[in-house]
């Protein structure tokens, strides 16, 4: 298989695609490494060839979130939300039938504790399937 992971695929949409599509017409299974803080479009366009889709969330906690990496969670947790959405259509993209796959990396002696409870209850509300947490 192919996994594109960063920097961040999603800032060469065109490319990432035009590969993904590539590996799949070899019938590779292909998934994506993101962070999510991207324009929505980007990853709707290559889910239709993408097998899993690992999503780093460091924060539910928008203000933790903020503090942790200055910037705001707002579009990660969106598109998180739209991914669970597709999910709960169903079949729209065959790639995402069994949902994805949210990775979330937790640093060590960073309220990792805090993070995991966080977002085990906000990945709740979008009715993700499978949540890893990855501990760094």
């Not at 999510?36 to 924060?59: F, H, N, Y």
Request: hydrophobic fraction near 45%.
């Amino acid at each position: 298989g192919v996994t594109l992971s960063g920097g961040e695929p999603t800032l060469s949409v065109d490319f990432a695609h035009a590969l993904l599509v590539e590996c799949k017409s070899h019938h590779l299974h292909t998934a994506i490494e993101t962070c999510g803080e991207c324009p929505w479009e980007s990853l709707e366009r290559l889910l239709p060839v993408t097998d899993l889709i690992m999503m780093d969330i460091k924060q539910i906690s928008g203000d933790k979130h903020r503090m942790a990496t200055g910037k705001s969670n707002e579009r990660i947790l969106e598109n998180a939300r739209r991914l669970a959405e597709q999910i709960r259509k169903g079949a729209r993209f065959d790639a995402l039938a069994a949902g994805p796959a949210l990775r979330l990396a937790l640093l060590a002696g960073r309220g990792a504790a805090d993070v995991v409870a966080g977002c085990s209850a906000g990945l709740a509300r979008f009715r993700v399937r499978r949540a890893r947490y990855l501990l760094y």
